[in-house]
């Protein structure tokens, strides 16, 4: 009786030992799992702040073009607006002096009436003209535009008369009939005048001459 008691004892205890060691395994494969979620929940949030921070660089680096751009664009105006304003500075009397340029133009007759009469009175005129060109000058920075004999440029010579010669090679001012003035770099008035130009067609007739003495007598070169 005793030693069956016994017996019931031993396979007590070996089915709570094994009771346990399956508690125990499945305790560890609980814990094992826990452990695998929490390492994916980590990666996951990881992954999730690294976008994020992805993202807000991605928006930083735009807001810093957007803020270069405009900083770049607002010294391009003020740029401009100085310069608009320095121009508009700069030639204000562009009125006031085109009002005086008929009075240049009647000093201009007077020396041209008087060359030869009055000696005297060419001098005082051209005196008088002289000192109201150096006054324009020194204060606006206003002078003559160059003509006789000068090569004709449009921008400064307004063309009124034409002569055809077959002497020249350019077209060239020979003669003035109103006197042109420069502003600073602009032009006040251009200077009215008579040019000498080459006689149409005879440069290309020259050439062609030119040519047909170097071609072979016996015809077309081949």
């Known amino acids: ?131 109201f060109l150096d006054t324009l000058y020194s204060q606006w920075h206003v002078k003559e535009i160059l003509t006789v004999g000068k090569k004709f440029d449009p921008t400064l010579h307004e063309a009124i008369a034409v002569e055809e010669s077959q002497d020249v090679t350019e077209t060239i001012v020979i003669e003035e009939y109103q006197r042109g003035y420069i502003y600073y770099d602009r032009v006040l008035r251009t200077a009215k005048v008579k040019v000498r130009r080459l006689v149409p067609g005879v440069h290309t007739q020259a050439l062609t001459e030119e040519n047909n003495k170097h071609q072979p007598s016996g015809g077309k070169h081949e």
């Not at 205890?13 to 980590?42: I, L, P």
């Not at 664009?73 to 304003?85: A, D, G, I, Y």
């Open 1 to 131: 009786m005793k030693a069956e008691n016994t017996s019931s004892d031993t396979e007590l205890a070996d089915f709570a030992a094994q009771n346990d060691t399956g508690n125990t395994c499945s305790d560890r494969e609980q814990m094992n799992t826990k452990q695998t979620n929490d390492r994916a929940e980590d990666i996951r949030q990881y992954e999730q702040l690294e976008e994020e921070i992805r993202q807000l660089n991605v928006r930083l680096t735009e807001a810093q073009d957007t803020v270069l751009r405009s900083r770049a664009e607002f010294e391009n105006v003020k740029k401009r607006l100085f310069r608009e304003k320095e121009q508009s500075i700069k030639f204000a009397n562009e009125s006031l002096l085109l009002s005086l340029l008929p009075f240049l133009d009647d000093l201009d007759r007077a020396l041209q009436a008087h060359a030869e009469d009055d000696a005297g009175l060419y001098k005082g005129v051209e005196l008088i003209k002289k000192k």
